[in-house]
């Protein structure tokens, strides 16, 4: 049974969850305001606190203000809209809880695992279309791509910097599509210059020397499917124009043969470039950029979404504790230097890391081990502080912050910014009032 102070200015949002709080066994207190809790803080120890992050007389966090030091009591943050979730994790960090309104009984539960399970996670997490893993929302806007792209036979191009899993969103797309033919993925820069048709296209017995045999090239294997054609801006550009045929007429012909073989289905591109490099570097005909980009999706470098960072190590910890026999976690130190890091290698990277980490795992504690630098050799942006709750930044400062976020967020739309931040209006402007400087 855990003893929970439960703070919030919503006095029907208070009753219903000390309702569910106490369906799970446990023991709650209710303060409606910042000075009730504080002076509660003061006088009682609580293993749980869930505070609202803004109310009328003060934030959520000058309650913290009171707790001991080195207090070991959990911290939840409620936010009233699942778009401001990861403004809210960029500005307080990763060791504090999160839930969004309405709260249920699911989402309470959770909050109240055994703790070590935070250590020694051995449950899979929630994989969206059986690829990918991430609540961000950079990630939702993905999914929601997805779904809408999986109804239609549209090719897609995927961008965005390496190692963020273009080869994964793709798979995600076939998976989703639900097509009767098979998942075929080819490394454009892998092929050679002189074997690239035959690998797209394939080939007939003695269409060449070492030709020994007929062969199905990628686009017949992936007939019915998907054809995932990663690296495309490493084709020559002189010989595009055999790719670009085979898209608009929708069969091939294997080198050698006379006759052409039907084909269909969706061709998933990927490549590493931006929009504005595909038109000044030209490294692909305009013409087959617009066969092959009829639904582009910009995938999210790991930076921008780091809110999924542990979902990912316990994926990876998962897959690494199935392959290898062992029951490795990772403490909260260690992930918390994880979301500190930048990954300029993305997830690629942090999976290595982890991996790395797995295996200089401390078998006493059974927890990761990681290096004492993350930094890779190929690392091209220098690790930035975490932004978030620093030595010498008042609470006053990062709520401010909050604020300014999400007003920016809507353009300045308080009253949207109000709901978003699940506040008053009048609080807002008793907020913004207070800053002095700003314009409201």
Same mark, same amino acid.
């Given at each position: ?12 949002? &208070? ?37 609202? &992050? ?9 309650? &913290?203000?009171? &707790?001991?030091? %080195?207090?070991?009591?959990? !911290? ?10 990861? +403004? ?27 703790? %070590? ?114 690296? !495309? ?63 582009? +999706?910009? !995938? ?92 010498? %930044? ?19 739309? %308080? ?24 314009? !409201?």
């Amino acid at each position: 049974m855990a003893e929970v102070l439960l703070v919030d200015d919503d006095k029907r949002f &208070l009753e219903a969850t000390v309702q569910l709080l106490g369906l799970l066994g446990h023991r709650v207190t209710a303060a409606d305001s910042v000075a009730q809790a504080r002076e509660l803080v003061s006088k009682n120890q609580y293993t749980h606190m869930i505070l609202d &992050l803004i109310m009328p007389d003060g934030s959520g966090l000058h309650i &913290l203000e009171a &707790l001991p030091p %080195k207090s070991n009591t959990k !911290i939840t943050l409620i936010t009233g809209h699942p778009s401001i979730k990861s +403004i809210v994790k960029n500005l307080y960090g990763s060791n504090i809880s999160y839930l969004i309104k309405p709260i249920d009984l699911q989402q309470l539960e959770s909050l109240f695992e055994d703790e %070590k399970s935070s250590d020694k996670k051995s449950s899979s997490v929630k994989l969206h279309f059986n690829y990918l893993v991430g609540e961000s929302e950079p990630m939702q806007r993905v999914y929601e791509m997805i779904e809408r792209v999986a109804t239609t036979k549209a090719n897609v191009m995927l961008m965005g910097e390496s190692g963020v899993g273009k080869e994964m969103v793709a798979a995600a797309i076939h998976f989703a599509s639900e097509v009767e033919g098979d998942f075929v993925a080819a490394n454009c820069g892998a092929f050679s210059r002189e074997l690239i048709n035959s690998e797209l296209f394939g080939h007939e017995k003695g269409a060449f020397t070492g030709a020994t045999y007929r062969k199905a090239g990628v686009f017949e294997q992936a007939n019915k499917g998907t054809l995932f054609l990663d690296e !495309i801006t490493e084709m020559p550009i002189d010989l595009q124009t055999n790719l670009l045929r085979v898209l608009e007429t929708q069969k091939v012909t294997r080198l050698g043969s006379t006759t052409s073989v039907d084909i269909e289905g969706r061709v998933v591109s990927a490549t590493n470039r931006t929009e504005q490099d595909l038109a000044q570097q030209g490294c692909l005909r305009e013409d087959l950029y617009f066969r092959l980009a009829v639904f582009p +999706i910009h !995938i999210p470098p790991l930076r921008t979404r780091k809110s999924d960072i542990p979902l990912l190590v316990q994926h990876f910890l998962v897959a690494f504790n199935q392959e290898y026999g062992g029951d490795i976690g990772v403490s909260d130190a260690s992930l918390q230097r994880l979301m500190e890091y930048d990954w300029p290698g993305n997830v690629r990277e942090l999976r290595h890391v982890v991996h790395r980490a797995y295996i200089m795992a401390d078998q006493d504690q059974n927890l990761l081990v990681l290096p004492e630098k993350l930094s890779s050799p190929f690392s091209k942006v220098t690790p930035q502080a975490s932004a978030g709750i620093r030595v010498g %930044k008042t609470v006053e400062e990062v709520e401010r912050e909050l604020i300014a976020s999400t007003l920016e967020h809507f353009g300045g739309d %308080k009253r949207q910014t109000a709901e978003m931040l699940g506040i008053s209006l009048k609080t807002l402007y008793n907020r913004l009032n207070s800053y002095g400087d700003v314009e !409201i």
